[in-house]
């Protein structure tokens, strides 16, 4: 069965400051998704990561994804209040090439303050 | 271009009443997924339809759920005798087979079961 497990849950940060989430799962996946959800509204992509080693980087955030170490980060450097938002990141289900439904973390809600 | 869309945004129905949500995936995506978002449990799969195949059920939780997709486009999401812990926010997704996987959400229904 896959686990999805991202730390920290809650995350306070100050302007200006770096940081890192953590995305763990607990077997083989062949897909890495990031995705920003502001307050009542819906989920909204922020990465693919489909192979080891993969990196992307949209702005002030940075997804990178180790396959072996079964291992994803987001990294967000020089923080603004922008920013602030939960973040979910989520395994695919199934390997091998099919869609298949995704597994979430319980999400990183990132504040930043001034 | 559109993206996805749900129906109702909002729906608050007594106990023991029959529900349908609708969803509206973007126009030639042909894998189309259910997750629903509460409190409680985070972001859960709940079926998966990828072209003519039969659809993954794997994740709903009880009978009282049933879902259907007529002409591989529209789906409805059916709960049956709702009950106060089927109160959540339901998702819909839809992406293109083979691209980029990524999986696109819409603004989900918020349902309250009273």
């Known amino acids: 069965e896959l686990k999805v497990e991202q730390n920290p849950l809650f995350l306070s940060m100050q302007e200006g400051k770096n940081y890192t989430i953590y995305c763990n799962y607990s077997t083989t996946s062949d897909r890495l998704y990031w995705y920003r959800q502001d307050p009542g509204k819906s989920l909204e992509s922020l990465f693919v990561l489909l192979s080891n080693g993969a990196v992307k980087q949209e702005g002030r955030l940075m997804a990178s994804l180790d396959t072996k170490a079964r291992l994803s980060t987001l990294h967000i450097t020089a923080a603004v209040h922008d920013l602030s938002a939960t973040y979910f990141c989520?395994?695919?289900?199934?390997?091998?090439?099919?869609?298949?439904?995704?597994?979430f973390g319980k999400g990183t809600k990132l504040s930043v303050k001034p | 271009g559109a993206g996805v869309s749900q129906s109702p945004s909002n729906k608050v129905t007594e106990k023991g009443k029959d529900v349908e949500l609708r969803c509206d995936p973007i126009s030639g995506h042909t894998a189309l997924y259910w997750y629903r978002q509460s409190l409680g449990q985070g972001l859960e799969f709940l079926i998966y339809f990828q072209g003519n195949s039969a659809p993954d059920k794997s994740g709903l939780p009880s009978d009282r759920f049933s879902a259907e997709r007529t002409g591989g486009s529209v789906s409805t999401l059916t709960i049956q005798r709702t009950q106060q812990e089927d109160s959540a926010v339901y998702l819909c997704?839809?992406?293109?087979?083979?691209?980029?996987?990524?999986?696109?959400f819409g603004p989900g229904t918020r349902l309250t079961v009273t």
């Open positions: 989520a395994a695919n289900m199934n390997y091998g090439g099919s869609q298949g439904n995704l597994i």
């Open positions: 997704a839809s992406s293109l087979l083979q691209v980029s996987y990524e999986q696109y």
